[in-house]
């Protein structure tokens, strides 16, 4: 014998409807039925509306016919609360249940903040320009601000009160130097073929063809080695430095250094702006060869010269003061890409948005002070006569 099922059935939901009367200055809402999330209901806006708003001060409610409700009631009465303070109508929710009354209260309780919103105005030109230069002088603030944290960071080590270990150091020294030799080697060799390139296209009009050793020789030790190693260093160890730094900071990994009585700016910042310091010079030379190799690659295909000729040329054209001047500017730009790079990772907000906002800031800083630092060292080598 089959045995029976009963399968049980969801009562039906009444109606949610909403009817408009007028008693003297006052609209009064009528609902009834069920006003829950999952039934059909009516619009109190349009209600209030079709009622006419003559000689309409407040709102009240009736609901001794109301049945089930939940959210989507809430959400209705606030609608109103809404619309009542924007036609500057009183609003009286003495009519409403006590736990709609409760959440409305709590629901109001604390004002929109208007600061919370996004606005849309479009800025004149003088107030972004203004804007924009007023975010610039806070940024190169924050930069000064904290190379004096590391002025104060290397007093302690040199003290030998700081908490960075040795491998650190040894780490950051790999990291910014040995790893970044393929990338460094590759782009010099292909600029300095580009300079003879250039250079011999030219002068050999001239019959001055072997003066591109000098050159090439001169423009990559002095001037584009420096440059060009510095801004190859800002995209790749002063992105990472504050990538790393950055994500240290939403991790609250810092905050947690900060608790063991580590002083992160010892602990982080210092070994990786001295080692990125110390391998600049040796990048930078490294950069000048490999530049004068893809020189001399150029020179022997397209010149009709030896490479005892090239070579002998390319050396009497560098001085001491040319490849001392190079090694010095080299130490300028690797201390700023590191400064940019640490300070933003520092500085770093609390997401993964601002991690990646971050380390666009350190590069687009480091590069703006590598050309203004460039600027200023050319006019003081032209001055001295170096």
């Known amino acids: 014998m089959p045995m029976a099922t009963e399968t049980a059935q969801t009562p039906a939901l009444l ?46 409610y009736d609901t001794q016919s109301l049945g089930e409700w939940d959210t989507a ?15 500057d109508l009183q609003h009286d929710p003495s009519g409403l249940p006590e736990g709609v009354q409760s959440l409305l209260k709590l629901a109001f ?33 924050n930069l000064t601000r904290f190379t004096g944290e590391f ?34 080697g590759l782009i010099s060799f292909l600029i300095g073929m580009i300079f003879a390139f250039v250079g011999v296209m030219q002068l050999s009009d001239f019959g001055a063809g072997i003066y591109t050793a000098d ?34 900071k939403v991790n ?27 391998m600049m010079p040796l990048l930078t030379m490294y950069a000048s060869l490999t530049g004068i190799l893809g020189g001399l690659a150029v020179a022997l295909s397209m010149l009709d010269t030896t490479l005892l000729q090239y070579m002998t040329q390319t050396s009497n054209a560098l001085q001491m003061s040319t490849l001392l001047g190079g090694l010095f500017k080299s130490l300028i730009y690797g201390a700023l890409v590191a400064l940019a790079g640490t300070q933003q990772g520092m500085a770093c907000g609390g997401s993964a948005m601002a991690v990646g906002q971050a380390t666009t800031r350190a590069v687009v800083m480091g590069i703006i002070l590598i050309v203004i630092s460039a600027a200023i060292l050319t006019v003081i080598y032209v001055n001295l006569g170096i």
């Open 15 to 60: 109606p949610a409807e909403l009817a408009t009367s007028k008693a003297g200055d006052s609209l009064i809402l009528s609902f009834s039925g069920d006003w829950v999330l999952s039934n059909s209901r009516s619009s109190a806006n349009q209600a209030i509306e079709s009622a006419g708003q003559e000689n309409l001060r407040r709102i009240r």
């Open 73 to 87: 009631l809430i959400a209705e009465i606030a609608g109103i609360f809404q619309y009542a303070n924007a036609n």
């Open 109 to 141: 309780s604390v004002p929109d903040r208007t600061d919370a919103h996004r606005h849309a105005g479009e800025k004149s030109f003088l107030e972004a320009v203004g804007l924009r230069t007023l975010d610039t002088t806070e940024a190169f603030g």
């Open 151 to 184: 002025v104060l960071a290397c007093g302690r080590t040199l003290r030998g009160k700081s908490t960075a270990r040795l491998s650190e150091y040894l780490l950051c020294i790999q990291e910014a130097g040995i790893e970044a030799l393929p990338i460094v």
């Open 215 to 248: 050159l090439v020789a001169v423009a990559m030790v002095r001037e584009m080695a420096p440059i060009m190693t510095a801004i190859l260093m800002a995209g790749r160890t002063g992105a990472a430095y504050a990538a790393t730094l950055g994500t240290m």
């Open 252 to 278: 609250e990994e810092i905050d947690a250094l900060y608790t063991v009585g580590i002083n992160p700016v010892d602990y982080l910042v210092v070994p990786r702006v001295i080692a990125l310091v110390l």
